[in-house]
């Protein structure tokens, strides 16, 4: 009995006791994919986590320039030590002093909730230098990685369960479980696989007129761009297009652009929503609210771990932005050294700088290496049988199209599984590839997925898809019964 | 109008329009006074600021072992360096690869959401060492600091706003900022000023009696110890005594014992709820759920800019660890380095190891000058007009009662002010110290106070003091029309 005396009953933080917003959120990266490869991985099976876009995990290695920076602000004794120049070159040594002055204690010191001004300044001009129009650093603020700062606006908008928020699907699932977290309505929008996981304006105005006719006030739309898991780059036309979309619905545009160093093919250039925006000029540019995020975790940098990111607010109202500081400050400050990551990523060296070539190689080493990954991969997936996959154009994920034969789906049914995890389960014990199954992301009925990182080592790749493959194979001996002509008849979308 | 077209009406980030919660939201530490010190700092004004406990801010120096490794860690290709041995010491290297070990893909890669497993084990061995009874890995989680834990338990607890907490007064506000962030009901207690801040247990059940018969489902209770901002030691018979309490009541105990190692008294060392609770037995100890949480920040680290954290979980069940789990994978990982200081925090050199005594000397000498300063603090406000002082036995926090005259209450009336803020702002424009009003943190009707850190260099804290009395004389002169010994009849508490 609640409220009652001890022993007996129901404790608050028993399962049943608690808030069920947590209970709801649902969270596929790490869920039972991950939970089991975890598991296999401790008995000592070798695992490729391709779950998660972690290069540094599957052997990417750092930039050697941030981190000799980073290096020194940990440790500013260093700067005093006549050795010192033995292992670090000048411009690092150069650049450690930078930001240690502009942060007052160092990296062990709270900062301004909002990050450090002079970083923020770093970050403005950035993005002055990427968009051609001026940014103000009082409207960026530094924080945790990108997904901190995408769940921070989530509940700045989200009141209750009646409001909702578009949200591509498939989607990074960060926004499906923030919504639930908060209480929100996820208001999903489908992207057009066949149209290389383009936008359907038609769909969309239905989704919300149809969202609003069940009394869901539709507040906000998410757009990921490079795409999560779909690789795709928005052309410039479908950018325009949906921001008029925004403007006449009265929507928040969250503008998810973490991927946007990550670009493998030279038809479409990243360009930001922020941009498209300023272009179509007045009234538009004065009125649209904006939110664009960026991190230091994926770009060719890949620094995960350090937790680094920032978000720049477009057209919100000073009492807005003041709201959003104050619950900040509830923290007391993003971490410092992601901090810095993030002023080095926006400002990285120039030509004449001692470490220029250096770091210049390393960067354009690992962007070509992702480029060739992306095709290995893609080409790697189109030779299966019964497995399509759209190029990837940007990011950092493959999101192969599994056609599961009826046998498979009727095995998955009886082993109590969604049919896409039945295959990544299996394909996981029998290879180690550790996947996430489409329905984490959201799918069309009846259609199914995986998502792969294209991050294992390139010299590891023909391997894992040879792999992959040979699972692929056997499987499909064992469930399809059907040859592959009838197989095309009974799929709703086939890509030929 | 909402919904409806563009540019006419309100907007969804507009103010008016956002999450009720997020606007309910205050947080003192960074409020008024802080902004305005901000402002007065732009302007040239040499500003003191002891409103938030941050050490390295106000010139305290990092701990040089815990650097040396977290930088090795950061550029880890230092370690194949020929010349690395000439400013590193061979135990910072070894205890570098240890860590890297221990995270693959070093700190570019995520880690698993509740933090790297090596760390959780030493951070558990730590606790069976402070408790005398073991701890398991798998339930402790690693945070972005201890911030970041309560933050997620309150979220995890509340699930409407008949949910309440209780919450000591004088309080540190990320309790009342996350509770109504997260749509809860503040349940105070008020610590006995005249009891050096103790527990008054009548009092404390009156208070859940009349929170219950408003509606309120009373679930859960803080206490902060040593602490903040009041400074007390709570003793084991104190303890022990709010365990029974919370087991009767049926509460979950969140305990921030985040000032542990900041202890400046011999009578009262530092002792944990769970080292109580585990000593009581039977049933309490399977029974209780307490949730007991740490930091890199404060102690004599102070690494507050690295935000390293962990909160250990107490008779919680499986399936609610599970829950917690989940919604930390959400954000992907703490950040990477921040979980190698807690590492490095609970697990410092040994005697023998070849930094063992730089960092005692270094541990020793901060620990001993925080203990002189506690002293010097406390003295310099108690031979103040009007102002009476507990001793801050532990934690980093002076929080004196300023006996505010009538006309000084009626010149803050006037100018719209709270009576504390009006005289901390006065205070910060005549001699530069930024402290936080006592209305920050809660405090009994017509009682006023204001917090400042002990934190200021030792060498200043003479002129500070200095520069306090006179401006505290002189504000005393203005509005103190009545002499000191009127005064003494007409304060409802006296400490004479």
Redesign the interface.
């Known amino acids: 009995m609640?409220?009652?005396?001890?022993?007996g009953?129901r404790?608050?933080?028993?399962?049943e006791?608690?808030?069920?917003n947590?209970?709801k959120?649902q969270?596929a990266?790490?869920g039972e994919l991950y939970l089991r490869a975890?598991e296999l991985q401790k008995e000592g099976k070798k695992i490729i986590f391709t779950n998660?876009g972690?290069?540094?995990?599957?052997?990417?290695k750092?930039l050697?320039f941030p981190?000799?920076v980073?290096?020194?602000c940990?440790?500013?004794?260093?700067l005093d030590?006549p050795?010192?120049g033995?292992?670090f070159p000048a411009d690092a040594i150069a650049r450690a002093k930078h930001y240690l002055a502009m942060?007052?204690?160092?990296?062990?010191?709270?900062?301004d909730?909002r990050g450090i001004p002079g970083i923020r300044k770093e970050v403005a001009e950035f993005i002055e230098r990427r968009d051609g129009y001026p940014s103000d650093p009082e409207l960026i603020y530094l924080t945790?990685?990108a997904?901190?700062g995408v769940?921070q606006m989530l509940?700045?908008?989200?009141?209750n369960e009646r409001d909702g928020i578009l949200v591509p699907v498939p989607q990074y699932p960060?926004y499906s479980?923030?919504i639930s977290?908060f209480g929100g309505s996820l208001v999903p929008y489908y992207l057009e696989e066949e149209a290389n996981w383009g936008l359907d304006f038609v769909n969309l105005r239905q989704t919300v007129a149809s969202a609003?006719s069940k009394g869901i006030?539709?507040?906000?739309m998410v757009i990921i761009n490079p795409g999560n898991p779909t690789g795709q780059c928005l052309s410039e036309g479908n950018i325009k297009e949906l921001l008029k979309f925004?403007?006449?619905?009265?929507?928040?545009l969250l503008a998810d652009e973490v991927y946007q160093q990550n670009i493998y093919q030279d038809e479409r250039p990243f360009i930001s929503a922020r941009k498209v925006l300023f272009d179509m000029g007045p009234?538009?540019s004065r009125?649209?609210?904006l939110?664009s995020f960026h991190t230091v975790?994926k770009g060719y940098?890949?620094?995960?771990?350090?937790?680094g990111g920032y978000f720049e607010m477009t057209?919100?109202?000073p009492?807005?932005v003041d709201?959003i500081y104050?619950?900040a400050?509830?923290?007391?400050?993003?971490?410092?050294?992601?901090q810095i990551f993030m002023g080095l990523m926006v400002n990285p060296p120039k030509p004449g700088d001692i470490s220029y070539l250096k770091f210049s190689a390393e960067s354009k080493s690992i962007l070509e290496s992702l480029r060739r990954r992306a095709r290995l991969m893609t080409d790697g997936f189109n030779s299966c049988r019964n497995v399509v996959c759209n190029f990837t154009e940007g990011a950092m994920y493959s999101f192969p199209q599994i056609r599961l034969p009826p046998k498979a789906i009727d095995a998955a049914k009886r082993a109590g599984k969604a049919a896409d995890v039945f295959y990544c389960l299996k394909l996981l014990e029998a290879t180690g590839i550790s996947t996430v199954p489409g329905s984490g992301f959201g799918q069309k009925e009846g259609v199914f997925h995986l998502r792969t990182t294209i991050l294992p080592a390139e010299e590891d790749m023909p391997a894992i898809m040879t792999s992959f493959k040979k699972f692929n194979d056997t499987f499909m001996d064992q469930y399809d019964g059907y040859s592959r002509i009838i197989q095309y008849y009974i799929t709703p979308s086939v890509k030929t």
């Open positions: 609640f409220g009652g005396g001890g022993g009953g404790k608050p933080l028993d399962y006791e608690l808030n069920e947590v209970k959120v969270y990266v790490r975890s998660v972690n290069p540094h995990a599957l052997g990417q750092p050697t981190r000799q980073v290096a020194l940990q440790a500013p004794f260093l030590d050795n010192v033995l292992i942060a007052p204690g160092g990296l062990g010191a709270y900062s909730s945790d990685g997904s901190k769940m509940n700045t908008i989200i009141r960060l479980a923030a977290l609003r006030t539709v507040r906000a925004c403007f006449h619905e009265n929507l928040v009234p538009m009125e649209v609210q939110v975790s940098w890949g620094e995960c771990g350090q937790r057209n919100l109202p009492k807005t709201e104050k619950v400050s509830i923290a007391l400050s993003p971490n410092v050294p992601g």
